[in-house]
């Protein structure tokens, strides 16, 4: 009898589920079917056992149909629901079904430094003939658990996500893969040491060079918080997951302009949800995951163990891929994992422990594979001529490079070295020979010469008086005042504006509040006179989801500041300092980044890489990734933080100068990983705004918790600059931090 | 000895207090609120949000918004000086606050104790001695004479001893906290003769018992 009542609550929990899901459009059937059960639920102690497993055998049936049923009626909101459902399979099932064994590390349960991260050393193991192999593999992955309120329903904190970074940094001094497993709606928003944008950017600069193969599997992907632990070099997706840049109901907020408090109208959830592209097949489509793992209808639940019997084998076929990829003798293995799925592909066994020679394959193919995602959703406006045109001269430009760099340099440096150590041993022999004349001199100077006054001039250093190009923002032909935000605490006199954005550069004379000046204000001020010289500035912005009244807005943008995108990238040169510099602004769709936008970013990196010049990024302004690119925009993060990380592996110079409104997801990436990051006074640097914070924690942050003051403290960035001495910190950041190796290691 | 029922008497038949709105400058003003209408102070932990709008000052261009610091009715409002300039401190309006149980308490306790003000922003402890009588013994039961230390200023690592200069009296109530940081001239002890203990806190009592009602 235990049995049937445990399968009475089996098929009552089915029952519950599929309501959730797609209750609407079976109706009354449900109920009926829910009353049937209730009936056999009270007389289980009456009828005859037969009788009663066949009316449950009958209602599981019927259960499975409406399964079925449900399953072609989905929509991309349904996923949603799917996913966020507190009966979908969670870490701890995979954990528990596909893993052999494991042991949870940093904390169990409540009693962990972040709940909803969970990291486990596991074993994995496959029988190949009569013999079994057990690999050791590292799993990391976020924990929605089932509804337990302290898992805060899979959003990792910072300390989470660095959790997750420290130990994949043990597998990688054992050597041994990662597996990952995203379940998140996102990143918990609050910049507590280590910060959200922070810990997320360094886990991306990690991975991007981590030596050990990293398998993801994607079931809620929600943005940054997924990119935390996402940057594999096989992206998997359970086809009943979802992977957006938002949440359907943030992007619903975002374009009803539906204010805090309000309720979201139901139908402009549903069509965010179908127009940001964030099922499995779409994304598939897109080329932002590698794979689909199919699920049972309606998507898998913590006790469908078939389900999990084929996911280890996905997960073996899996990581036996990313290693057959790099290593030299699998022609035989390398079909046969191809072309066999599941339990056929059990007569291949790889070793996957990796040499040096594979570990750098496998580098040079996670760089290639990012690079190359998103290709194909920005425009080229250049004629055919013109691209051909530019390959030679981008040609001759690494010809040239490696001639001099490599070639000319190179053993020059060589002599150079071995000159300055030969010195260096050299003055040691000098100074010992010549060290008792040297005494002797001295004593008979200190005796017989009359102290002589020297007087020493110093040779007064050289003033850069340069003031930019005659150029006054427009922002000063207005004939009025203006307040100044700190007026109340600092008793700020009111501004004329011709004085504050003319000759005043936007400063507060009294408190030295900066005010928001237009990015071709920087462009005039800080680099030395016509040096500036851009390029790629026909790579244009598109609306590559097709979504609706984008097309409107991108054309707006485009009038409105004459560019085809939010990012200028330029060759410049700061008092004689040549560098590459990356500009997002803020007139151009808020500045935020998409397709095109990553695109110009990686190309200007592989620009300052082969001129060998510092990469010097200024955002005037961001407010994340472009929403209405879906996932294409979020895959921008992985692929410039890889670009980024290239570059300064290569050996660059990489400064992040943040202005204004910086936010999400660039500064949770390819702008957080850098070395170097400055703020210009009164910008504000963060991860998600005060709204967000809000409704995602329930409390509301203080007014200036993203200001560059409260940045510098917690340690995102090093320093805070005056945007009148831009210029002269800028210089002296290149020189004191490049040094030596200003133009290259 | 002051009559308690005279007191109550006196803050129950007017419990309010006015503040006047004064303009901060000269401009045109247009008043946003109308008489006897409730305004309310911002809302938000950092007094930034929320608050009722209670008229708008444009100068040279500049138009600012000013909002209730204050929670009360409006009363008294000058409606002739509406979208007219006016001069620097011209009285507008004031906004009559509904004093709360607290504030009453706080308004007569400033009233009947001598309040040992912060002389510097620092932070403020009691001398080791004071400090163990006041936990052997209790707050209300320590007397404090003129020419006593009584408390430690510290402020940079410089530690300097306050003495307190006043008639003898006992600690009724202490304002600061140990290791905050205290502005300038902000209360760190109010002191009253010990033969007046009885009659404050009865006073108090009074006063929680007659505003709760």
């Known amino acids: 009898m235990l049995e049937l009542e445990k399968k009475i609550e089996h098929l009552r929990k089915d029952l519950d589920y599929i309501t959730d899901i797609k209750g609407e459009i079976f109706g009354e059937r449900l109920t009926e079917i829910r009353n049937w059960l209730s009936e056999i639920a009270k007389k289980i102690y009456e009828l005859p056992r037969e009788r009663a497993e066949t009316a449950l055998n009958d209602i599981e049936a019927q259960i499975e149909f409406f399964e079925q049923e449900a399953e072609k009626y989905l929509e991309p909101l349904d996923y949603v629901r799917i996913a966020r459902h507190p009966y979908r399979m969670t870490l701890k099932d995979i954990l528990e079904n596909v893993y052999d064994d494991y042991t949870e590390l940093g904390g169990e349960e409540k009693c962990n430094i972040d709940p909803a991260m969970v990291v486990a050393r596991a074993t994995i193991s496959r029988r190949v003939g009569s013999r079994v192999y057990t690999h050791q593999v590292m799993v990391i992955g976020h924990e929605k658990g089932h509804g337990e309120e302290f898992r805060n329903g899979g959003s990792a904190k910072p300390w989470g996500n660095e959790k997750a970074l420290r130990f994949m940094r043990v597998a990688e001094t ?124 309606l998507g898998a639940k913590g006790d469908d163990f078939e389900f999990f019997n084929q996911l280890k084998h996905e ?80 040609g001759w430009l690494k010809i040239k490079s490696l001639l001099y760099f490599g070639i000319f340099k190179r053993p020059y440096r060589w002599v150079k070295r071995f000159v300055d150590d030969l010195r260096g041993e050299f003055l040691i022999i000098t100074d010992r020979v010549l060290r008792p004349f040297t005494n002797l001199k001295g004593a008979i100077e200190k005796k017989f010469k009359r102290p002589t006054v020297q007087l020493a001039y110093e040779v007064p250093p050289k003033e ?26 600092y008793g700020c006199y009111d501004i004329w504006v011709p004085d504050l954005y003319g000759e005043l550069n936007g400063v507060c004379p009294n408190c030295g509040h900066h005010f928001p000046l237009e990015y071709q204000w920087y462009m005039n001020h800080l680099f030395d006179k016509h040096s500036i010289k851009e390029f790629n500035t026909e790579i244009a912005s598109i609306n ?12 707006e943008a485009v009038r409105k500041t004459k560019r085809h995108s939010a990012l200028i990238t330029f060759d410049a040169r700061v008092r004689g300092i ?64 890889v670009a980024v990380r290239e570059y300064i592996e290569a050996g660059g110079l990489y400064i992040v100068v943040y202005d204004n409104n910086s936010y999400a997801g660039p500064v949770a990436s390819f702008l957080g990983c850098a070395p170097y990051q400055f703020a210009i006074r009164s910008s504000r640097v963060g991860f998600a705004g005060p709204r967000v914070i809000r409704e995602t924690t329930g409390e509301d942050v203080p007014p200036d918790y993203h200001s560059a003051e409260n940045a510098l403290k917690r340690g995102h960035i090093q320093g805070i600059w005056d945007r009148r001495d831009f210029r002269k910190n800028l210089y002296m950041a290149l020189i004191t931090m490049g040094g030596k190796n200003l133009y290259y290691r | 000895m002051e009559n308690i029922g005279e007191i109550i008497k006196k803050y129950k038949a007017n419990p309010f207090e006015v503040y006047p709105v004064l303009t901060p400058h000269t401009g045109y003003v247009h008043l946003m609120v109308k008489l006897g209408q409730t305004v309310k102070r911002p809302i938000d932990p950092w007094q930034q949000k929320g608050g009722t709008l209670l008229y708008t000052i444009l100068r040279q261009g500049n138009l600012k918004r000013i909002y209730a610091p204050i929670d009360g ?29 607290d504030e009453i308490i706080d308004k007569i306790l ?52 306050l003495v307190y200069e006043g008639k003898p009296g006992i600690i009724h109530t202490v304002y600061f906290r140990p290791n905050v940081t205290i502005p300038e001239g902000e209360p760190l002890l109010g002191i009253c003769p010990p033969e007046r203990v009885s009659f404050i806190n009865d006073l108090v009592q009074r006063i929680r018992l007659e505003w709760k009602v």
């Open chain 1, 315 to 394: 997960m073996i076929k899996a990581t036996d891929e990313v290693v057959l990829k790099v290593r030299g003798l699998s022609v035989l293995r390398g079909y046969y994992v191809k072309k066999k799925t599941g339990e056929k592909n059990n007569a291949v066994y790889v070793r996957w422990e990796l040499d040096e020679k594979e570990i750098s394959k496998l580098l040079k193919q996670r760089a290639e594979k990012y690079e190359n995602m998103g290709r194909g959703f920005f425009a080229d406006r250049r004629s055919f001529l013109k691209k051909r045109v530019d390959e030679v001269c981008y």
């Open chain 2, 110 to 161: 400033s009233d009947f104790l001598d309040i040992f003000r912060a002389p510097e922003a620092a932070k403020y402890y009691f001398v080791p001695e004071l400090a163990k009588k006041i936990e052997e013994r209790g707050l209300q039961k320590v007397i404090i004479q003129p020419g006593e230390e009584i408390l430690i200023m510290s402020r940079m690592k410089r530690d300097i001893h």
């Open chain 2, 73 to 101: 009715e409006i009363m008294d409002i000058k409606r002739e000086l509406d979208e007219q300039f006016v001069e620097a401190n011209t009285y507008l309006m004031s906004i009559r606050h509904p004093l709360t149980e």
């Open chain 1, 544 to 555: 590559p989801l097709g979504y609706q009244g984008f097309d409107e807005k991108l054309k």
């Open chain 1, 174 to 297: 054992e050597g041994i893969p990662i597996h990952t497993y995203i379940f998140t709606p996102g990143a918990y928003p609050i910049e507590d040491p280590p910060g959200a944008a922070q810990q997320i950017a360094r886990n991306l600069y990690a991975m991007a060079r981590l030596k050990v193969p990293i398998i993801a599997v994607i079931s809620e992907g929600g943005s940054g918080g997924a990119e935390a632990i996402g940057l594999a070099d096989l992206r998997l997706m359970f086809s009943h997951g979802y992977y957006s840049v938002i949440s359907p109901e943030g992007a619903a907020a975002i374009e009803g302009k539906i204010k805090e408090g309000q309720d979201l109208p139901p139908e402009l959830v549903k069509s965010c949800a179908e127009q940001l592209k964030i099922t499995a097949s779409e994304n598939l489509k897109l080329g932002t995951i590698d794979r689909i793992i199919q699920e049972p209808p």
């Open chain 1, 578 to 641: 040549s560098l590459v510099v990356v500009m997002l602004y803020s007139d151009f769709r808020n500045g935020t980044v998409g397709a095109a936008e990553g695109e110009k970013f990686i190309l200007a990196c592989k620009r300052a890489k082969v001129l060998r010049r510092p990469l010097l990024a200024y955002v005037h302004g961001t407010a994340g990734i472009r929403i209405h690119e879906g996932t294409i925009g979020v895959v921008q993060m992985p692929k410039c933080t």
């Open chain 1, 464 to 489: 850069d008086t340069y003031l930019g190009e005659i150029y006054v923002s427009p922002l000063a032909n207005e004939d009025r005042t203006i307040s100044c935000p700190n007026a109340l605490r």
